[in-house]
């Protein structure tokens, strides 16, 4: 891959979109900042503010802002930023505009319900895209967008591209590095949601750091013997899109899966939860698919069943609680299956 990146489009005006799209303008890249809705994104332009997703923050005058899918086949790069559930929707609207061999990457973290996908592999069946990347790691959009130092990590099977993504993103507070493992930078931030919101949960219930670091080191083993079973490396889960992530999503209050959980803690019901949200909490939905994932591999993930319990069958925290810690004595090296 010779061709210099310069002419990108990020497709989502959520909140990390909007981060990276002012990342890239402001290392010099032409941005353009693709919304759903024209309303929107006419006030995008007129105000340069973006109060529904990214309050408080200026958007720069050269950066652009469009609801139009055409021009996308004129970039040297497209960026993936739509939430899990929406993102085929997007890509199915906008297929015609684009090439498989134009150069994607993808910033979702979730996993499709009904397909149980990853989202690089819905844009290579959607889009048939033959160039695709998955950036990832603790990244919370309020302060990547104030320049606090940050890692991330870049993963694609293409490794031109991977390193040329890189180089695209790297700033002096924005470090990426590089890992092939696609599966395992992919599933590490989706599943860390999942136990973002069981860490919430146990701060809502009143629970103090015990509770939290066995949520955070049973959730890691799950996340990694999922991982596994699905041919991702284990060593991937200690890394910045595993670990990182995890830590990031469980114990910062900005985390929206975590206020969800702390939530539902605390004694609120999901449904008014979920409607009184203006941004999407993907560990929810994450949990229905990721439970799907760990029957088909035979995995057992007993904190993700637990919060799809809660969160889809009315099951109480504490009875949830409750269970985890009465379940059958096993040596914590041991690998279990159904």
């Given at each position: 891959m010779?061709k210099?990146?310069r002419?990108?489009t990020v497709?989502?005006?959520g909140?990390w979109?909007?981060?990276l799209?002012?990342?890239l303008?402001e290392?010099?890249?032409d941005v353009?900042l693709?919304s759903p809705?024209?309303?929107?994104a006419?006030y995008?332009r007129?105000?340069r503010?973006?109060?529904?997703y ?6 720069p005058k ?8 055409a ?5 040297d790069l497209?960026?993936?930023a ?5 993102l085929?929707?997007?890509?199915e ?8 061999r134009l150069p ?12 149980l996908?990853?989202m ?6 959607v889009?048939?895209?033959e160039?695709?990347a998955?950036?990832s790691?603790?990244t919370?959009?309020a302060e ?5 130092p940050?890692?991330?990590v ?5 490794r031109a591209?991977?390193e040329?993504v ?7 507070s924005?470090?990426?590095?590089t890992?092939?493992?696609?599966v395992g930078?992919e599933?590490?931030g989706?599943l860390?949601n999942i ?10 219930l009143g629970f103090?750091?015990n ?8 959730g890691?083993?799950e996340m990694?013997?999922l991982?596994a079973?699905?041919g991702a ?9 595993g670990?990182?992530?995890l830590?990031?999503t469980c114990?910062?209050?900005l985390?929206?899966n975590?206020?969800?959980g ?8 999901v ?5 009184s949200?203006?941004?999407v909490?993907e560990?929810v ?11 088909k591999?035979?995995?057992s993930?007993?904190i993700t069943?637990?919060?799809c319990?809660v969160?889809f069958h009315?099951?109480s925290p504490?009875a949830?609680v409750?269970?985890l810690?009465?379940?059958?004595k096993?040596?914590?090296?041991q690998?279990?299956?159904f």
């Amino acid at each position: 891959m010779t061709k210099k990146i310069r002419k990108i489009t990020v497709l989502g005006d959520g909140g990390w979109g909007t981060t990276l799209s002012i990342l890239l303008f402001e290392k010099g890249m032409d941005v353009t900042l693709w919304s759903p809705f024209e309303d929107y994104a006419g006030y995008l332009r007129d105000h340069r503010l973006n109060p529904r997703y990214l309050k408080g923050v200026l958007l720069p005058k050269g950066l652009k802002i469009t609801s139009s899918f055409a021009g996308l086949d004129n970039m040297d790069l497209i960026v993936a930023a739509v939430p899990s559930n929406y993102l085929r929707g997007v890509l199915e609207k906008s297929r015609a505009f684009v090439s498989p061999r134009l150069p994607v990457v993808s910033v979702v973290k979730g996993i499709e319900e009904k397909t149980l996908l990853r989202m690089t592999q819905v844009i290579r069946r959607v889009w048939k895209s033959e160039r695709l990347a998955v950036l990832s790691g603790p990244t919370i959009a309020a302060e990547v967008v104030r320049h606090v130092p940050t890692a991330a990590v870049v993963s694609s099977d293409d490794r031109a591209l991977m390193e040329k993504v890189q180089d695209v993103f790297m700033s002096g507070s924005f470090r990426v590095y590089t890992n092939a493992d696609v599966v395992g930078v992919e599933l590490g931030g989706s599943l860390k949601n999942i136990i973002a919101i069981a860490c919430g949960i146990s701060d809502g219930l009143g629970f103090g750091t015990n509770a939290k670091a066995a949520i955070v080191s049973r959730g890691l083993a799950e996340m990694s013997r999922l991982g596994a079973a699905m041919g991702a490396r284990r060593d991937t889960f200690a890394g910045i899109s595993g670990l990182g992530d995890l830590v990031t999503t469980c114990f910062n209050p900005l985390s929206r899966n975590h206020s969800v959980g702390e939530r539902i803690g605390k004694g609120e019901r999901v449904a008014k939860i979920l409607s009184s949200m203006k941004m999407v909490a993907e560990g929810v939905l994450t949990s229905r698919s990721a439970l799907g994932l760990s029957k088909k591999y035979k995995v057992s993930m007993p904190i993700t069943h637990a919060i799809c319990e809660v969160l889809f069958h009315k099951a109480s925290p504490k009875a949830a609680v409750r269970n985890l810690m009465e379940r059958k004595k096993r040596a914590e090296d041991q690998d279990f299956h159904f």
